[in-house]
């Protein structure tokens, strides 16, 4: 959908700052079932199948909740932000642009260690994250138990257990981006009130 980077059409005071469509952008390591989770927030059929490197450009679709509107954007895998291939810079230079107003990394339940490379490197970037915990399915059926709790504690971001195939958990990562995407909102919005204030009061 072409919305990506619009503002919308909603009418506004004159002095008030233009609102935009919200972005969140789903990053992980390949094969983590980003496009998975894509297709389950938006409703969209991109590309799924399990080998890594099916996702080579950026795909976007909206995610209606609670009467809102959330652009989603599907990025290529990639497994560092020093990125070696055009699929990982396109990943990198979307997440470093600053057009997201959170990235939600998906990472996969069954081998956390080697994704959570990824995730450090994006929280150095951004403190808007959500951490996407995928195929807990999976990690069941191996006997892998992914404490949640102590994940968010020793992350400092949201934590979410999916298993996007069955729609396990996507109720709770809508809520996650929801409130995500919110926070962000007021807290630009208090800062753009400050500065009206600042400037109303310069000489
Ligand atoms: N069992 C299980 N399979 C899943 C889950 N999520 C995704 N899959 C499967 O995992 C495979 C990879 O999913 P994709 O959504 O294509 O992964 P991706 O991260 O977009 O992959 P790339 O675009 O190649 O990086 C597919 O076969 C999905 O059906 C899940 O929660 N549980
Ligand atoms: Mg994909």
């Known amino acids: 959908m072409s919305i990506l980077g619009h503002s919308s059409e909603r009418k506004r005071c004159p002095d008030q700052p233009e609102r935009k469509v919200p972005v969140v952008a789903l990053a ?3 094969n983590t079932g980003k496009s998975t989770v894509f297709n389950a927030l938006t409703g969209l059929r991109q590309h799924t199948g399990n080998w890594p ?8 679709g ?3 909740i609670s009467g809102s509107t959330i652009v989603v954007v599907d990025l ?14 396109i990943a990198r230079d979307f ?10 990394v998906v990472v996969d339940a069954t081998c956390l260690e080697r994704n ?3 995730v450090l ?4 970037i951004t403190d808007s994250v959500i951490l996407c915990v995928n195929l807990v399915d999976e990690a069941r059926r191996k006997g892998i138990h992914v404490d949640k709790a102590v994940l968010s504690r020793e992350l400092g971001v949201p934590v979410v257990l999916t298993a996007a195939r069955s729609g396990e958990g996507l109720d709770q990562l809508k ?20 500065t009206r204030v600042k400037e109303a009061m310069s000489p």
Do not use: D, F, M
């Not at 290529?76 to 810079?89: F, Q």
């Not at 997440?95 to 939600?104: D, K, N, Q, R, Y």
């Not at 490197?121 to 150095?124: F, P, R, T």
């Open 62 to 64: 909206p995610l209606r």
């Open 53 to 60: 490197g099916k996702t080579v450009g950026l795909a976007s």
């Open 76 to 89: 290529p895998g990639t497994y560092s932000l020093l990125a070696a291939s055009e699929e990982e810079r």
């Open 121 to 124: 490197q994006v929280l150095e």
């Open 95 to 104: 997440i470093c642009s600053g057009t997201a107003s959170a990235i939600v």
């Open 28 to 30: 992980g390591n390949p």
């Open 175 to 194: 809520n996650a981006i929801l409130h995500s995407v919110n926070r962000g909102e007021s807290a630009a919005a208090k800062r753009s009130a400050l």
């Open 116 to 118: 959570l490379n990824l």
